[in-house]
């Protein structure tokens, strides 16, 4: 029978191959793994940061696995709890990390490794390390404090003022962010104020200290006050219909970027790379201001060692080397993450850096000003789950649910998720 | 082979008889092993591997839904709750939601679906020429993988720059969101289902119809009966059998579906649009467990379904067997 | 059947019907081309690109670079074709067995292989995944992806109907009276007319594991992926270029386009023959 032969041939062929495939030759070199999410460390076509560690290390070599970040963070826990597959470095988000605290047997401690951990403010130390301070599970790559990213064409066609001075001066607090959205909106045709309801959110509530979960480590978000305000702030812009409902990370959010559908944006450090790269078109459109309130942080992430690795050694160096000072730099200057040390802020690569995309705004000074007043925010278990929760509620008012519903049912998911979690 | 032979045609020598009668014994031992015992070994390689593979992870899983296990809490996976997970997954609105929206995108995606595909089988039933690249024009679908389907579909369904809603624009006055949208989202998720699955379905109605003898047709023809009178008293029900197998396997994989709304959530939460307005029982399933992190609650919502599928299973096999003995 | 006369197609509009319907079917795959041959602003743009635009090359082989798809499609090809033999050589046995041979527990052995059907594999994953990679330790390994599924229930239970239809239990009982062992006998007399049935389950099981996502997703990474898990990745970047996505889904999508239009008549012969016997 000619198919079942073609079948046959191809699994005779393709057991050879597995036969073949299966190992690497031993020639002394050890290879590291690396799993990391979104930008980590190299852009899609470009592993310098490798290349020169490789050169300087002999005999090691570095292979990185990229994934989206919900199946990054899901296979990380179906690795630890399993107990094998994880790779020798594995990358943890800023929200997640909580997530990994109390897994703190299943990471190598570098509090045991001999890291200077004063060379980071105490609050990014403490978001990696266990409750009793004497583990710490990451070492911080950047840190992800705000600013608002705004369009000046846009700005100029609505009749706003577009130097960026003049535009921080337009919104010290939250609610006159809103109050210049009403201004704006409605001037400039299908363009929105902002991009989604959620970041309004996380912006709001970057410049409180408790927010899901007090310093005892108790659920509060149900009766904390600073929440349900950042909530309320946040549904009356929605309501005031000023914003564009992209969902994060979605395709419709990244063609948003492309088409300029929205003129502000909630802007950590690491999201002038993502607009470099989602929509390189609006190279020069874009200013970077102050954030309203002052403060806050999104994002920043931390590299991890699980324990169960079998170059642990190899793995822990090439860690600190990886969040060292001079690497955070150079991915500062090339994608735009933000170095979590706070020494070289001041240093002159950093202080004096300007991002010609962005009209040459001073990235190098306005992230470090929004870094030294934010607090050092509590984060619990499930503060991530909380924080795509709010996200996707807030969404869901941007669709015409009743904000009442939404609050209640977001408090019952997040009741249910934090119960166990 | 040569074996046997030689001794078949081997005389009888009467001195040799006890030996002879002994490897007789010991033959006919062998084949009355072989005849009780072989079959067990033709299964064996399936139920053996399904025992580790399947069986053993199934009831794995039960012992886990019995616990408050989660990995952010060490030592949790020792902490035993009993049924209490149980308890709280049919007090639970999400679940609720999560069962009405698995029944009706199963609605949505199985009834057009098995409609469109008798229709289309009908057509292909009749004499036509390039019946070949007919009957592979409709079962292209069927080879592309449902990545594929939910990443090209994606696009089609995006809000503000998708295809359909581009199409649609001379006739509602805003653009349909898709995913946020109760009956939009199910219909979305339905169309990549039904995209995927109706030329299937239409070759197999087909293969049905060609076994129906043409003389009914002629001789209802004859008796004046129309076109569609035909269909509908000849061909609907000589397929009856294919259609509640068809009912019954799409049934059981619109339970289980998952891999569509998981692909049609671009977030990638889990949530199934942001009010989980297509969020499957599945779907529900794989957000507790992986991106929640409560390996016991979603150990529950396993067994939960499971247990749901086979009702539906068994009400099904009941039903089926109601109609064929009615028929007899 | 092959003398049975089909009623003859009336009018133009049943070639009509069917044709728009064949355009259905098409479409969203010629879609994907149109979207690969463009840059990444075509998905932006209103009206949106219906003809394709002139750097479908460019995009193939940069997603093809990007995206691992060399080593993925040679995965796939491993994947797919270790597991349909396995699962038509596995099948084959057990259907032979619940066909044709007596034996204690027979009804209530196959009433199981029925009911296993039922088990969606999302269900035990944490159990499975502990057992692949911590037991047998093959985290990132193609075995890890091929052991669990070298067995299929709806095989077992396709292989029982083709068999208990195709072969008569004469062949059977003669053999028995010839003296030859079950196993000869499945050897010589079963397996010939096994084939055609056999090769439609390997074909719709290929089928299924080139198209499989979850499993591997799991398991295997961005180093070591299948096809399915490569165009997944291609859409994980931050910076995600649509072109390429859809460019990735040309790539995974081509060679089953290939096998169907090589194999296209054995492949719908098989679908519609496996479902009157069945």
Known sequence: MRNSGIVATLAGLALALTACGSDAGDDGTTTLTINVFGDNFS???????????????????????????????????????????????????????????????????????????????????????????????????????????????????????????????????????????????????????????????????????????????????????????????????????????????????????????????TCPAWMMGYIQGNAPDTKGK??????????????????????????????????KWLTAPEQNIKLFKSIGNFPSQSSTWSSTEVADFTSEFFSGAPAGTIYPESLENAPSQVVGPQSGVIGNTFAGALNSVEQGTDPNEAWDSAMEDIKAAAGEG | MTAQLQDRGAPVDPDRRPAVSRRQAWRSRLYRWDLKGSPYLYIFPFFGLFAVFGLFPLVYTAVISTTAWSPRKPGSEDVSVGLDNYGKL?????????????????????????????????????????????????LVPYITSVAAVALIFNQIFARDFGLLNW?????????????????????????????????????IYLAAMQTIPYELYESASIDGASRWQQFWHITIPSLRPTIIFTVIVSTIGALQLFAEPFLFDTTRNNNGGPQREFQTVVLYLYQQFWTNGRYGYGAAIAWTLFLVTVVIALVNFLLVRRIRSADD | MARRRAPDAGRFGTYAILFAIIVFSIFPLYWSIVVSSRDQSAIGSYPPPL????????????????????LALTNSVIVAGTITVAVVFTSTLAGFAFAKLAFRGRNGLFTAVVATMLVPTQLAIIPLYIMVTQWFGWSNDLRGVIVPALVSAFGVFFMRQYLSSAMPTELLEAGRVDGASTLRIYWNVVLPIARPGAAVLGLLTFITYWNDLFWPLILLNTQNPTVQVAIANTASGIEVDYSLVLAGTVIATFPMLIVFLLLGRQIIGGIMQGAVKG
């Open chain 3, 51 to 70: 003809v394709p635009g002139g750097s479908l090359w460019d995009n193939l082989s940069a997603a093809f670079e990007q995206g691992n798809f060399g």
């Open chain 2, 90 to 138: 049919l007090a639970d609105d999400n679940f609720h939601n999560a069962l009405i929206n698995t029944f009706g995108i199963g609605i949505v995606s199985t009834v057009p679906q098995l409609l469109l595909a008798l229709g289309i089988a009908h057509l292909l039933n009749y004499k036509l020429r390039g019946r070949l690249f007919l009957r592979m024009g409709v």
């Open chain 1, 286 to 319: 874009w200013d970077i201001a102050k954030i309203p309130g002052g403060s806050g942080n999104w994002g920043g992430s931390y590299v991890t060692v699980p324990s169960q690795g079998k170059n642990i050694d190899a793995s822990v160096e090439l860690a």
């Open chain 1, 43 to 265: 852009l899609p076509d470009n592993r310098a940061l490798y290349d020169e560690y490789e050169k300087a290390h002999k005999g090691i070599k570095i292979v990185e696995n990229r994934s989206d970040f919900g199946t990054h963070h899901q296979n990380l826990q179906a690795r630890l709890t399993a107990g094998s597959g994880a790779a020798d470095i594995e990358l943890i988000e800023v929200g997640q990390v909580s997530g990994f605290i109390g897994q703190t047997d299943k990471f190598v401690n570098f509090k045991d490794e001999s890291v200077d951990t004063t060379q980071w403010t105490d609050a990014i130390v403490q978001r990696a390390s266990s409750a009793d301070g004497g583990t710490l599970i990451g070492l911080p790559t950047d840190i992800g404090g705000l600013a608002m990213c705004y369009r000046t064409d846009l700005f100029a066609q609505a009749g706003l003022p577009t130097t960026r001075d003049e535009v921080s001066a337009l919104w010290p607090t939250w609610e006159q962010y809103v109050e210049v959205g009403k201004q704006f909106t409605g001037t400039v045709a299908d363009v929105k104020w902002f991009d989604a309801g959620g970041h309004v959110f996380t912006g709001i509530l970057g410049n409180e200290e408790e927010t899901y979960y007090n310093a005892d480590g108790d659920l509060i978000v149900e009766d904390n006050k600073v929440v349900k305000d950042a909530w309320d702030l946040t549904v009356d812009a929605i309501k005031a219909g000023q914003s564009a409902a992209l969902a994060e990370f979605s395709p419709e959010w990244n063609t948003g970027f492309q088409q300029g559908q929205f003129a502000t944006i």
């Open chain 2, 167 to 203: 199409f649609l624009q001379p006739f509602v006055e805003n653009p349909i969101d898709w995913r946020a949208e109760k009956w939009a989202s199910w219909l979305a998720v339905s169309a990549m289902v039904t995209w995927h699955w109706t030329g299937y379905n239409a070759l």
